[in-house]
């Protein structure tokens, strides 16, 4: 039997149960009753059942639950693609590491304390089904905080297998610093330093992380909050020579870091070689010596060089007239600015509120150098009852020649990379500050830090990196449907030189203008993109008729969410 709709011209269709049966060789037809009266709800419910489904009302369906699925289920389908829950190890205690997965899973997810996390993950309170997918049931902080220090305890194993993967003799290797604050006073790697996220009056820790020339995260290390950029340097040579097993690699760092001194110290003795860049004074005093003219640069903005003050090393110069603009705007703000702090100072030794004498107006004036930095570029002269300023043309001119120039070292041979690259490889040092941008502020949210044991700072700040690991594998699958430029050929196509600013391919500036991808989907950035999958919801269901009976369903994926889990090889309902 079969329900038939037959068009019945201008009036409403006829809804017929029908039969076939066999008549003499012939296939035909019987009406066993007209069902036109009947509501639709009805006539589909029976038609259901006449294909062997089970009808229910819908008064007789119950939700129990509804969880945000669809982003814990592509972080955790992402996560065991690459094989990162294998890396994990197998630990005595088989809980701690779906645990671990779930820390790691978190910081994409819903990054919070890990007392909010407990909470999250907890069958009772989770606010997703990442605790569900993995057969958490009931979790605690105490629970947390053991699989913590057993990720931390595996931080060397499992860089050492992530550098295998996506490190090899010869390769590029990028390396910078960034710092962050902690709450507290009692973390024994906490010191007052440079913060770099402008918190004053709080304790920092310093981080190094090592990425792979694509920007891919591979390791991080942690270090007192008052250690110098260029201090952290030899564990990081220990580190690739040692545990990675590299006997040579390129270190790309910037001139903050890999200083001559560190050159001379540590990277020669250690074999390796290197890529960064020179400071300003360098820069000048190559050009007092003739090493290179600027009107080199009045066609060109790239020229290689060579210095018997770097024996052994190639000098790339280059130019970037845009640059030149932004520091001859940006120094020009400065000194109106320091100017108008003089002159309010000026003005308050007039006025009597100012202070008083040649040593109290001479520190007040450093204080104000000290804020600008532009001290250099001014005359001043202080007396018992004031001061005098002026701009010096002369220092401004010779500061104002090298705008835009900067000149990059390094001792790898030009057979092996070309100018062009050598500069490209420097700036690909912009890919781990993207890596800091992600793990500061935007997606998993580093800080602030509350663990006051060593041991768990390095590990919380660990289980950062590798959630970064996670977003950056995530981030090059979902390139189509994101704002990032999918088209990287393209775009180097549109770049007039590698000294110039990076250009977006033809491909991103249709989807930034139109705020659709190719197949007319809305674009998303990487975090919006979680959110709108997480309402690809997990349901608990049952019915009126037998509470006892429950069945979980996946909600239906929209177009753009199950274009998503294609492009991440994630099946929703199979986790």
């Known amino acids: 039997m079969y329900i038939e709709s037959v068009p019945n011209r201008g009036s409403p269709p006829a809804i017929l149960l029908r039969e076939s049966f066999r008549d003499q060789g012939r296939v035909r037809k019987r009406t066993l009753a007209n ?20 009808a229910v009302a819908v008064d007789c369906i119950r939700i129990r ?3 945000p699925h669809g982003h814990a289920a592509a972080v955790l389908g992402t996560m065991r693609a690459i094989g990162l829950d294998r890396l994990l190890g197998r630990p005595t205690d088989k809980r701690l590491r779906s645990v671990a997965i779930a820390l790691i899973a978190s910081r994409l997810v819903s990054p919070a304390s890990k007392l909010a996390t407990a909470r ?4 009772d309170t989770a606010c997703s089904s990442l605790g569900r997918l993995l057969g958490l049931g009931a979790v605690d902080e105490t629970e947390l905080y053991r699989a913590l220090d057993w990720l931390g305890a595996r931080q060397a194993a499992i860089e050492t297998a992530l550098a295998r993967r996506h490190l090899k003799d010869g390769a590029l290797v990028l390396y910078d610093v960034s710092s962050s604050w902690l709450e507290g006073r009692c973390c024994e790697v906490a010191r007052f330093g440079y913060s770099r996220d402008g918190k004053k009056g709080k304790l920092q820790i310093v981080y190094g992380l090592l990425c792979a020339a694509d920007g891919c995260p591979v390791a991080v290390e942690v270090f007192e909050g008052n250690t110098a950029d260029p201090m952290t340097l030899s564990a990081q040579i220990d580190k690739l020579k040692e545990r990675f097993g590299l006997s040579r690699v390129v270190l790309v760092g910037d001139r903050g870091m890999i200083t001559s001194a560190r050159i001379r110290d540590e990277l020669k003795p250690a074999g390796l070689d290197w890529i960064t860049a020179l400071r300003a ?3 000048r005093a190559l050009l007092d010596t003739g090493a290179f003219q600027l009107s080199l640069f009045d066609q060109r903005d790239l020229a290689e060089i060579t210095a018997p003050e770097f024996p052994g090393e190639r000098l790339v110069v280059c130019k970037n007239p845009l640059l030149a603009d932004e520091r001859a705007r940006k120094r020009e703000d400065l000194l109106q600015a320091t100017e108008a702090a003089f002159s309010k100072l000026a003005d308050r030794i007039v006025c009597g509120s100012g202070p008083r004498g040649q040593d109290k107006i001479a520190r007040a004036v450093g204080r104000i150098e000290n804020r600008y930095k532009l001290a250099k570029l001014f005359d001043i002269a202080v007396a018992a009852d004031g001061f005098t300023f002026a701009r010096n043309p002369d220092r401004i001119a010779a500061e104002a020649r090298l705008d835009g120039f900067y000149v990059i070292r390094t001792n790898v041979e030009d057979k092996t990379l070309a100018a062009n690259d050598v500069v490209g490889a420097y700036k690909g040092l912009a890919r781990v500050e993207r890596a800091f941008r992600s793990l500061k502020t935007v997606d998993l949210h580093i800080r602030p830090i509350y663990h006051w044991l060593a041991p768990r700072v390095r590990a919380h700040v660990f289980l950062c990196m590798l959630a970064c690991h996670v977003e950056w594998h995530m981030r090059e699958r979902l390139k189509p449907m994101l704002f990032d430029d999918d ?6 196509r549109e770049r007039v030189s590698i000294v110039a600013p990076a250009q977006p391919s033809p491909a991103a500036l249709r989807k930034r203008a139109s705020k659709l991808a190719a197949d007319g989907l809305p674009v998303h950035s990487f975090q919006s993109l979680l959110r709108d999958l997480a309402t690809c919801t997990l349901n608990e269901m049952t019915t009126t008729l037998n509470e006892a009976y429950s069945f979980t369903l996946v909600a239906t994926p929209t177009p753009l969410q199950a274009q998503a889990f294609a492009l991440l090889a994630v099946d929703p309902t199979q986790l």
């Open 65 to 67: 639950r509804a969880l």
């Open 35 to 54: 069902l036109s009266a009947w509501p639709s709800a009805l006539v589909e419910g029976f038609r259901t059942l006449l294909k062997g489904g089970v």
């Open 487 to 492: 088209d990287p050929a393209a775009a180097a």
């Open 281 to 283: 004074p360098q820069i």
């Open 120 to 123: 999250d993950l907890a069958a």
